[in-house]
């Protein structure tokens, strides 16, 4: 019996130390600029930048290929972070070939509609949907990015994407070009 765990005890040393060599000897650097750019990103991994997910578009970014401002769910916050971190000028989103930013959106299901084909599971890229085959599904909105690619697969269309309610952890002050925009639309609605 000593024998045994002896043997297991060496046998887990030689593994760990195997380990720890090829740890160092193969590490892979990443450029800290792309890290920078991933970190602003929103995560949502939607593929609306043309890009298979955030990391992907954040290679492009640091590496020339694609512009600061294909992210919708970013947002123009995040293209204002975007610039401010690569030295760049303010180019505002690209709704033409990429879509508008809504704002923070999450998915709902109608739960008395679902049928639970799993469809909306396979195609969430976080795994906010869950459910299992023939039950029905519920989205977890703390971890729903809002990219809407549930939707498309949904073959009774139960699933709508909802605004989430502004509160203390969201609300932001507006910038001042949208501060300048709230004061003319309001001027013109009084003269």
């Not at 450029?31 to 930048?49: K, S």
């Not at 599971?121 to 949907?129: E, F, K, L, R, S």
């Not at 809002?146 to 502004?166: A, H, K, R, S, Y």
């Amino acid at each position: 019996m000593l024998g045994a765990v002896l043997a297991l005890g060496l046998l887990a040393a030689v593994f760990g130390l195997l380990l720890g060599y090829a740890a160092i000897r193969f590490k892979v650097e990443s450029d800290p600029v792309v890290d920078q750019i991933n970190a602003i990103l929103p995560q949502t991994q939607c593929g609306q930048c043309g890009y298979a997910g955030c990391r992907p578009y954040a290679e492009a970014i640091a590496a020339g290929e694609a512009e600061i401002n294909q992210c919708p769910p970013g947002g123009e916050a995040g293209i204002r972070a975007l610039a401010d971190l690569l030295g760049r000028d303010f180019v505002p989103l690209n709704e033409e070939e990429h879509g508008e930013h809504k704002g923070r959106m999450v998915a709902v299901i109608d739960e008395q509609i679902c049928i639970g084909c799993t469809l909306c599971i396979q195609a969430c890229p976080v795994d906010a949907i869950l459910g299992a085959a023939k039950h029905m599904h519920t989205v977890i909105e703390e971890e729903c990015t809002g990219c809407e690619l549930c939707i498309e697969p949904c073959p009774v269309d139960c699933i709508d994407m909802v605004p989430v309610p502004e509160d203390i952890n969201q609300w932001r002050w507006p910038s001042p070009d949208e501060r300048r925009i709230d004061i003319a639309d309001r001027s013109t609605a009084s003269g």
